[in-house]
C-alpha cells in the first residue's frame, strides 16, 4: 500500500472511528459472545454466530484503519501553496456550463468523501479531471450521465 492522501479531518475522523471500535463495538461483541456461549450447544446457536461474524468484521475494519493511518499523508490545505492550480485538499467553486448551475466541492481522499457535503474523493472522475486546472479553465469530466463541461470558478485553500 502506498502512501494515502487525507485531509486533517478525515485522518481524525478515523482515529475516531478506530477508537470507537477497539473501546465500545470491541467490547459490545465480547460480551455478546460470552452472553451466546452462557446458553449451551454453540452448533445451533444463531446468536454465536452473528456475535462471531460481527467480530470478524470489527476486527477486519481495525486493522484496515490502522494500515491507512500508518500510510497516510495528512495533508492540512490552508498550506499548500498551488499557484491557484486545484490540487489535494483543494475547495473549487465549478459552474456548469450547460446548465449554469454552480458547485463547490473539495478534494479529498476516499475515505473521507461525502457528496452530500461536497467532499469528492481524490479518485473520482470529477476531481482528476479538475487536477492541475486554475479559475477560467474549463474540465471535461466523463461522467455515467455522459460528457460534462465544468468551468472552474475559483479555487481555495481552506
Excluded: C, W
Aim: net charge negative; charged share 30%.
Amino acid at each position: 500500500m502506498g502512501t494515502i492522501p487525507l485531509t486533517r479531518r478525515g485522518s481524525e475522523k478515523l482515529k475516531q472511528e478506530l477508537q470507537r471500535l477497539k473501546t465500545v463495538e470491541r467490547q459490545a461483541v465480547i460480551r455478546a459472545i460470552a452472553d451466546a456461549r452462557a446458553q449451551g450447544d454453540l452448533s445451533e446457536n444463531a446468536e454465536y454466530d452473528a456475535a462471531k461474524d460481527k467480530q470478524g468484521f470489527i476486527e477486519g475494519r481495525i486493522l484496515e484503519i490502522e494500515a491507512k493511518l500508518a500510510a497516510a499523508q495528512v495533508i492540512d490545505p490552508s498550506t499548500v501553496e498551488a499557484d491557484g492550480r486545484v490540487v489535494f485538499g483543494s475547495t473549487v467553486d465549478l459552474e456548469d456550463e450547460a446548465s449554469g448551475e454552480r458547485v463547490t466541492y473539495q478534494i479529498v481522499g476516499e475515505d473521507e468523501a461525502d457528496l452530500k457535503q461536497g467532499l469528492i474523493s481524490i479518485a473520482s472522475p470529477i476531481a482528476r479531471a479538475l487536477i492541475g486546472r486554475s479559475a477560467g479553465d474549463v474540465a471535461e469530466v466523463r461522467a455515467p450521465g455522459g460528457l460534462r463541461h465544468y468551468e472552474v470558478i475559483e479555487v481555495r485553500y481552506v
